[in-house]
């Protein structure tokens, strides 16, 4: 197994204090978020006992978001939490719960991948004169400093010519669009 497939160890001492087993030195929750926001596994146990204290302190880390106004959870979410401890539910609620996030997990990243393979841009309406205009204009900035180009004068006549029938058609595309 890869060293970053297995979870990293952190190890609770009696003063309280998180020690990173890899890099040995004291990390913070925070410090222990980022590592899972980066896609890491955690461990963390008590150096004495040996007991495995991730839960724990996974959970005192979303207590910490969620009582700083980063609030993930929903009230009706965090009642029915509340509840499933209460109830007979609780046997089924950690499966669901793990299959909910498993299903988010993959919707999340095929829209990632769709989003990257697709640019969403280039089919909204007035693309391609925006793109002209913009081409236009980096042309006609860049004239005079670009070898061969021609003069700055002359090429902003012409380019302004341009930008200004490409911004009538982008205009009347959007008055189409509002419609």
């Known amino acids: 197994m890869a060293e970053t497939e297995k979870p990293l160890l952190i190890k609770r001492y009696a003063s309280r204090r998180l020690y990173n087993t890899e890099t040995s030195d004291y990390v913070t929750l925070e410090d222990i978020a980022g590592f899972i926001r980066d896609g890491?596994?955690?461990?963390?146990?008590?150096?004495?006992?040996?007991?495995?204290?991730?839960?724990?302190?996974?959970?005192?880390?979303?207590?910490?978001?969620?009582?700083?106004?980063?609030s993930v959870l929903p009230i009706s979410v965090l009642t029915d939490l509340v509840r499933s401890y209460t109830t007979q539910a609780t046997s089924v609620v950690p499966q669901f719960l793990a299959a909910s996030f498993e299903m988010f997990r993959d919707s999340q990243s095929k829209w990632v991948e769709s989003v990257n393979t697709i640019n969403p841009m280039t089919k909204m309406p007035g693309f391609e004169a925006m793109q002209a205009q913009q081409e236009a204009f980096l042309k006609a900035m860049t004239a005079g400093m670009v070898p061969g180009a021609k003069p700055r004068a002359e090429a902003e006549g012409e380019d302004l010519d341009s930008i200004k029938r490409q911004l009538a058609e982008l205009q009347e595309k959007l008055s189409k669009l509002d419609k």
């Open 40 to 70: 890491r596994e955690v461990q963390i146990v008590d150096l004495k006992s040996g007991d495995d204290l991730t839960r724990q302190y996974l959970l005192q880390i979303v207590a910490e978001h969620e009582s700083k106004g980063e």
